[in-house]
């Protein structure tokens, strides 16, 4: 062999040294991006939750103004926590951020005393107090069960005596909150929404109840120990949503209610409705001016008004505001010029008595809160989604999420609650429930709303089911019982022949025979009807908790239900409802609040019922891929998990949709360069396993080849 030739072979051997080292690497390559694939189609990677953009938007609960200090201001997001301002509302900033529990603040109460005490009652995780002005907090709920506590007052003469008003009744502190005692006597078990105290008379308080089948007024003269009805000229069925009282004529007072505003001037004794000029009487809040007990403020879900004349007439002074989904208002204690209304979004801040108003949202931007029961996906095309809020109204997107716009005209109420549903064959029919406004009926996607109420008794729906082969049908659950249409909700009537409880929280309708529909109650466990809910027997046998949330069928095998309850997880039945089993194998409760663990949704894919998801109030999503027999916590990605809403793509129902406390989450999706793209295939790596592929290929042959060189060269 020539020293030419021996050279080159010499030369081409180190070339092919640097081969065997690139295979090396293309291996290591390749092995690693086929581990991402493999392991992006487990839990821990595909099945990631991906964060969609928007609804934006906050529904700012209460406002509390710092009566020292003006230019601090206090407010609670339902779903949010609680922010501060300390420049009149310029700007806020959460201070509740990290606090297990006050994600769901509702009501809030400054210590008149000492104004860095702060309480805030939330909607289930009882109080929290903060000695410094919210820099940090501490649950106070000891000795009261854990309750929503939805409002809070204090004794301007010894503020360590507060009392608050739950779900139930009426409890009392005289220690600042280190004990409770119940205050509920001649009080009928009600949700207590409002108080007020007579700050001349400290033991005179004044309670009003809300959402129940009675509603009254409560007055008690000697602290709390007793309550007697003071109702005369109030209406039943008028929720008591706000309590003021004349700072100077302390017999006189003013109650905010869904009828409208009513006055007191014996301290109670007798009421009088004083509407005139309020074209929305949903009236939520009422304040009187500091400066002049003879002005008045009413919130109203059709905007602000304004009296002069201590209640005789009202002007609407909201005309420049975004939305008239007005909530509570609030004045700067030593200057009555300024006021404070909260709206969705953000604060409206007025400086002459609310004749003009600024907005302020900075720092208040974020994610919606979804409303129970409140999202869909359009059952003909899959780019459009709906998504009822808590005090935003509706939501529509045509891009599967990048961009929202409120679809509300028409609505009497931004609360949207309990059914947000598209008609199968009819892509542009839709129906919402409205927290106290009923039925509203949609047909024209979403662009108008009509009321569709006729017969209805309970404007409070907890949720609404359409029969799956008569569009036509349509059966409403609410707190006072079932009510049924035959045509399309033009009318209802009521359907609670048999039922064990009025509380009527979900139905499920047997695909196979629609004669047949089951109904979640609280209190009555599962109920079931032959004749399309005509009449009802109870089907609970085996159930540990009558407090059913949800209820689900099977759509392939329709003698398998499910049924979520509100603290006892998911029971299960084989044999269309006769019986049921406990099947909570996996699943973790262990939420404190009294309605922390209920089952908030169920959905199971139509096409493979083995997959079921559920929610859970306060406990993130499960997900069963053996008909329940076990779960899997399913949260990868989900930071957040208030869970209020599931939905399933009716054309993919692999494509999950979760609505929470903070925005819509998607599931076994991710966005690339602006492109929804599946992540559980091997395209969107497979240019780069390709390309390492073909490496590896490449080095292996030419390593054959050296290898046969050498051959040669060791013959010769």
Known sequence: MTKEKTNMINMFEK????????????????????????????????????????????RIEELAVDPTNPQVIYVTINGGGVY???????????ISVSIDGLFDAFSIAIDPTDTQILYVGTWTHGVFKSANSGGTWQNITNGMPIHSVLDIVIDPSTSTTIYVGTESTVYKTTDGGNTWTKKGEGIAKA??????????????L????????????????????????????????????SIVIDPIEHLTIYVGTNAGVFKSNNGGENWAEINYGITNLYVHDLAINPSNHDILYATTWG?????????????????????????????????????????????????????SWVFHDKGLKRLACIAYNCLAVNPTNSHILYAGTFGGGVFKTINQGSTWDGINFGLSIGWANGALMPVTNNRNILYVGLDGGGIYKSTDG??????????????????????????????????????????????????????????????AIDPGNTQVVYTATDGGGVSKSNNR??????????????RVFRIAIDPIDSSTLYAGTIKNGVFKSIDSGNTWFECNDGITLEGEGAWSNAVSSIVIN????????????????????????????????????????????????????????????????????GVVVSVDKFGLLAPYIGLASTIVVATVAAAIYVKRVKRRKEKQ
């Open 15 to 58: 070339k092919m040294l640097c081969h065997k080292k690139a295979m090396l690497i293309s291996l290591i390559v390749l092995l690693t991006l086929t581990s991402i694939v493999l392991m992006g189609n487990s839990t821990s990677q595909v099945n990631r939750w991906v964060k969609l953009n928007g609804p934006y938007g906050c």
């Open 84 to 94: 501060k301002s300390v420049d009149g509302g310029e700007t806020w900033l959460d």
């Open 191 to 204: 949700l207590i929404r409002s108080l007020a105290i007579d700050p001349t008379n400290p033991n005179v």
């Open 206 to 241: 004044y309670a009003g109840n809300f959402f129940e089948t009675y509603n009254y007024l409560y007055k008690s003269a000697n602290g709390g120990n007793n309550w007697v009805i003071s109702n005369t000229g109030l209406s039943e069925s008028a929720y008591i949503n």
């Open 303 to 355: 905007g602000l008004f304004r009296s002069l004349d201590a209640g005789s007439t009202w002007q609407f002074i909201s005309e420049e505001f975004i939305t008239q989904f007005t909530k509570t208002v609030a004045l700067d204690p030593l200057n009555g010029q300024t006021i404070y209304n909260g709206v969705w979004g953000g604060v409206y801040k007025s400086l002459d008595a609310g004749d």
């Open 446 to 507: 979403g662009m108008s709303w009509v009321p569709k109420n006729t017969g209805i008794t309970d404007f409070v729906p907890s949720n609404l089911k359409r029969d799956p082969y008569n569009p036509e049908i349509l059966y409403l659950a609410t707190g006072s019982g079932a009510f049924k249409s035959i045509d399309s909700a033009e009318n209802w009537y009521p359907i609670n022949g048999g039922l064990a409880s009025l509380k009527v929280k979900d139905f």
């Open 533 to 546: 809910g005509e009449l009802w027997s109870n089907s609970s046998t085996g159930l540990l908790s009558l």
């Open 606 to 673: 139509p096409s493979n019922p083995n997959v079921i998801y559920i929610g859970i109030l306060e406990g993130g999503i499960y997900k069963s891929i053996d008909r329940g027999e076990t779960w899997i916590s399913w949260n990868n990605g989900l930071d957040n998990k208030y869970i209020h809403a599931l939905a399933q793509d009716p054309q993919n129902p692999s494509v999950v949709y979760a609505g929470t406390g903070g925005g819509i989450f998607v599931i076994e999706k991710y966005p690339v360069g």
